[in-house]
């Protein structure tokens, strides 16, 4: 492909910034999952966005902080490591707030490894200019950025001006993936993220984090594909809650997650959720790697 440009490009920042809202944003399709709840992304989730000339490869990566399980751990290396192998970084932070150290660390990481920077200050309709202004002057004395780009992810304004950057830093050559594909999850880990997005959603405190899916069987066929799924809670306590009184949270986690998944694979879906009490799985590392969570 002539004038054909591709690339990796991964998007990094603190909890709950926006990261998964902008890569949804970038694909225009449901690619991570979103709550308004922080450290959603659990894992480096690759998103592609194909154009006429050209294909970036999103690495949305889970929010990095300071870690208190091994899941925690596990999305603090797997959020460092995308830096490793990507031909340019988005730095999300939120308009309005003081830089923080492990911004300060991205920046530091990032200039070290002469990674091109993009700094994308999210929210920024939320706030006046000159509250904008000095966070420019701050972080632009913390490194060197390739371009700084006030955004709004959820109303996808300087998008396209965020792309356009991007693409400057990478090399003509082939797509890395077919161009008909956005994810490169498999149905079952985005059918998976899905019910655990609805989980987010409709639950506080502690129990949303505390909660995993897995899919244990996907029986397709022309008119429906049923799915079993079991959602692992970490306490006795929790899994009434995540049922509920006469099984009407379970009912409406599987209502509304059966909905996305249909749009995802275009057929009528037949869900069914059992809930399981692993205790403390988030410290055990037999259970996260059983679960997908490897370093």
């Excluded at 809202?21 to 194909?50: C, H, M, W, Y």
């Excluded at 091994?70 to 309005?96: F, H, P, Q, R």
């Excluded at 003081?98 to 993009?118: Q, T």
Aim: with cysteine.
């Amino acid at each position: 492909m002539s004038n054909f440009r591709s690339g990796f490009a991964a998007i990094v920042g603190r909890p709950n910034v926006g990261k998964s809202t902008l890569t949804n944003a970038f694909i225009g399709e449901k690619a991570a999952i979103v709550s308004n709840k922080p450290q959603t992304t659990r894992t480096n989730l690759a998103a592609i966005d194909n154009g006429e000339n050209y294909q970036i490869v999103f690495v949305d990566t889970p929010g990095m902080h300071t870690p208190r399980t091994k899941l925690g751990e596990y999305m603090n290396t797997s959020a460092g490591s995308s830096l490793s192998d990507v031909d340019v970084a988005i730095l999300v932070v939120e308009a309005g707030r003081e830089i923080y150290d492990l911004e300060k660390n991205i920046i530091k990481n990032a200039n070290s490894k002469k990674i091109p920077l993009i700094l994308a200050i999210n929210k920024a309709d939320t706030v006046e200019k000159d509250i904008i202004l000095p966070q420019i002057q701050a972080f632009s004395e913390e490194g060197e950025f390739a371009a700084i780009i006030p955004i709004s992810a959820l109303k996808k304004d300087g998008v396209d001006a965020i792309r356009e950057e991007i693409l400057k830093h990478f090399d003509e050559g082939e797509p890395f993936y077919d161009t008909e594909i956005y994810a490169d999850s498999t149905v079952r880990e985005m059918s998976a993220e899905i019910i655990r997005e609805k989980i987010l959603r409709l639950f506080d405190r502690e129990i949303p984090h505390g909660t995993a899916v897995e899919i244990e069987s996907m029986d397709e066929s022309e008119d429906v594909t049923k799915i079993k799924a079991v959602i692992y809670c970490e306490k006795e306590s929790h899994k009434p809650i995540i049922i509920g009184k006469r099984g009407e949270a379970i009912k409406r986690i599987g209502s509304y997650a059966r909905k996305d998944i249909e749009k995802l694979l275009d057929t009528q879906v037949y869900l069914e959720l059992w809930v399981k009490v692993r205790e403390d799985w988030r410290n055990k590392g037999s259970i996260l790697k059983e679960l997908g969570y490897t370093k």
